[in-house]
Protein backbone atom coordinates (compact mmCIF):
# COMPACT_ATOMS: atom_id res chain seq x y z
CA UNK A 1 0.00 0.00 0.00
CA UNK A 2 1.14 3.29 -1.12
CA UNK A 3 0.95 6.07 1.44
CA UNK A 4 -0.05 9.43 -0.15
CA UNK A 5 -1.11 12.89 1.22
CA UNK A 6 -5.12 12.08 -0.08
CA UNK A 7 -4.28 8.53 2.31
CA UNK A 8 -3.13 10.48 4.89
CA UNK A 9 -5.60 13.50 4.93
CA UNK A 10 -8.73 10.99 4.78
CA UNK A 11 -7.10 8.82 7.77
CA UNK A 12 -6.32 12.15 10.10
CA UNK A 13 -9.95 13.98 9.24
CA UNK A 14 -11.40 10.10 10.12
CA UNK A 15 -9.47 10.48 13.73
CA UNK A 16 -10.45 13.75 14.11
CA UNK A 17 -14.17 13.00 13.21
CA UNK A 18 -13.69 9.96 15.56
CA UNK A 19 -12.77 11.99 18.35
CA UNK A 20 -14.88 14.50 18.13
CA UNK A 21 -18.22 12.67 17.76
CA UNK A 22 -21.12 12.59 20.12
CA UNK A 23 -21.11 10.47 22.93
CA UNK A 24 -24.74 8.72 22.61
CA UNK A 25 -26.83 8.51 25.71
CA UNK A 26 -30.20 7.46 26.28
CA UNK A 27 -32.15 10.28 26.32
CA UNK A 28 -30.99 11.09 23.14
CA UNK A 29 -33.51 8.14 21.46
CA UNK A 30 -35.85 10.42 19.05
CA UNK A 31 -34.59 10.74 15.41
CA UNK A 32 -36.16 13.36 12.70
CA UNK A 33 -37.60 11.56 9.85
CA UNK A 34 -36.05 13.27 6.84
CA UNK A 35 -38.57 15.09 4.31
CA UNK A 36 -39.32 12.93 1.29
CA UNK A 37 -36.94 14.12 -2.00
CA UNK A 38 -39.24 15.23 -4.55
CA UNK A 39 -38.21 12.48 -7.73
CA UNK A 40 -37.34 13.80 -10.76
CA UNK A 41 -39.37 13.34 -13.90
CA UNK A 42 -38.04 10.37 -16.38
CA UNK A 43 -36.47 11.45 -19.37
CA UNK A 44 -37.89 11.26 -22.66
CA UNK A 45 -37.60 7.38 -24.21
CA UNK A 46 -34.74 7.43 -26.57
CA UNK A 47 -35.75 4.21 -28.01
CA UNK A 48 -38.84 6.31 -29.33
CA UNK A 49 -36.93 9.01 -30.95
CA UNK A 50 -34.29 6.08 -32.31
CA UNK A 51 -36.81 4.62 -33.94
CA UNK A 52 -38.51 7.68 -35.61
CA UNK A 53 -35.14 9.04 -36.70
CA UNK A 54 -33.25 5.08 -37.70
CA UNK A 55 -36.49 2.83 -38.02
CA UNK A 56 -36.01 2.35 -41.30
CA UNK A 57 -32.26 1.07 -41.24
CA UNK A 58 -33.23 -1.75 -38.58
CA UNK A 59 -34.81 -5.12 -38.88
CA UNK A 60 -37.04 -6.43 -36.39
CA UNK A 61 -34.11 -7.86 -34.54
CA UNK A 62 -32.31 -5.30 -34.61
CA UNK A 63 -34.46 -2.64 -33.78
CA UNK A 64 -35.26 -4.63 -30.76
CA UNK A 65 -32.49 -5.09 -29.03
CA UNK A 66 -31.74 -1.44 -29.73
CA UNK A 67 -35.18 -1.26 -27.18
CA UNK A 68 -33.09 -3.61 -25.30
CA UNK A 69 -29.96 -1.54 -25.04
CA UNK A 70 -31.28 2.00 -25.04
CA UNK A 71 -33.81 0.77 -22.17
CA UNK A 72 -30.47 -0.64 -20.44
CA UNK A 73 -28.61 2.77 -20.40
CA UNK A 74 -31.59 4.90 -19.10
CA UNK A 75 -31.84 2.31 -16.28
CA UNK A 76 -28.02 2.93 -15.75
CA UNK A 77 -28.30 6.32 -15.62
CA UNK A 78 -31.28 6.48 -13.29
CA UNK A 79 -29.14 4.79 -10.72
CA UNK A 80 -25.94 7.35 -11.34
CA UNK A 81 -28.79 10.18 -10.88
CA UNK A 82 -30.30 8.85 -7.97
CA UNK A 83 -26.45 8.33 -6.56
CA UNK A 84 -26.35 11.67 -4.73
CA UNK A 85 -22.83 13.35 -3.88
CA UNK A 86 -22.03 15.90 -0.96
CA UNK A 87 -20.51 19.41 -2.93
CA UNK A 88 -17.24 18.67 -0.46
CA UNK A 89 -16.72 15.18 -2.68
CA UNK A 90 -13.70 15.36 -4.56
CA UNK A 91 -13.30 12.58 -7.75
CA UNK A 92 -11.36 9.65 -6.46
CA UNK A 93 -8.63 10.22 -9.07
CA UNK A 94 -4.58 9.55 -7.97
CA UNK A 95 -2.22 10.89 -9.72
CA UNK A 96 1.06 8.53 -9.58
CA UNK A 97 3.33 8.48 -12.04
CA UNK A 98 5.16 5.24 -13.38
CA UNK A 99 8.39 4.69 -14.40
Do not use: C, H
Not at 1 to 23: E, K, N, S, Y
Not at 63 to 75: C, F, G, H, V, W
Not at 80 to 88: D, M, Q
Amino acid sequence: MIATRRRFLGAAAAAAAWLLRPFETKAQTTTPTPAPSPTPAPPPLSAAVARDRYGKFFSGDEAKLLEDRLASQERRSGRLRAFKLANSEEPATDFRVRR
